[in-house]
């Protein structure tokens, strides 16, 4: 029977989604719909405020990250300002854009700098403050590795070899020769034989990096010598 959808003057709107099935289920759950209908248009413009809130945050962590480059990095490189000025230019930055994706490279920039002229410290400093924002592997290698040097330039040995021996606990996987040969130059120079010559023997036996493996074998025939 062909459903009669001619609508009288005092018919109501209700009798004619009656006569189909989902008529009928829109008539039955009219609040239903409407309410969902209005979630979903609030949950779309929802999204967008979201979406123009973050992109207006993007571009303002971005612009005080190219303040801080041309600023206190500049400063820096020119000798403008010392170490500890640096450091606090970057403690003002992290202050202004927080946990940023653009704070990570940036903070690796301003350690490295401060490496190269020799201020190891405000380095360390630096590097450990960016421990919270690692959020991948590369991230965990690049950090750990470059603690290991400020550590080790700095004369802390110890700590060195724990920053590294960490990044093999996490089974990062990357540069694995240069990290185990580092492994075991750091323990030879702390007097630890036996960590050493099992460091050495992994890149010797496994490592794939030529250089590595020879440095690997001169390392370990000064530990046969002692």
Known sequence: MTPDNTAAPNRGIDDILEQTEMGSFIAKNKAMIITLVVLIFAGIAGFGVWNWMSSNKNAAAETAIF??????????????????????????LKGTIGSYKGLFPVGIETAGLLVDAGNNAEAIQVLEGLNSVV??????????????????????????????EQLVKSNVGFMEAKVYLDLGRLALALGDQDKARSNLQWVIDKGEDAEMTLLARLYMSKLEQK
């Open 67 to 92: 303040e801080y480059s041309k600023g206190s990095l500049d400063s820096f490189s020119n000798k403008a300002i010392d170490g500890a000025g640096l450091v606090k230019g970057f403690e003002n």
């Open 135 to 164: 959020n991948n592997p590369y991230q965990r290698f690049v950090l750990a590795t470059n603690l290991s040097v400020a550590y080790e330039n700095a004369g802390d040995n110890a700590k060195a070899l724990a920053s590294l």
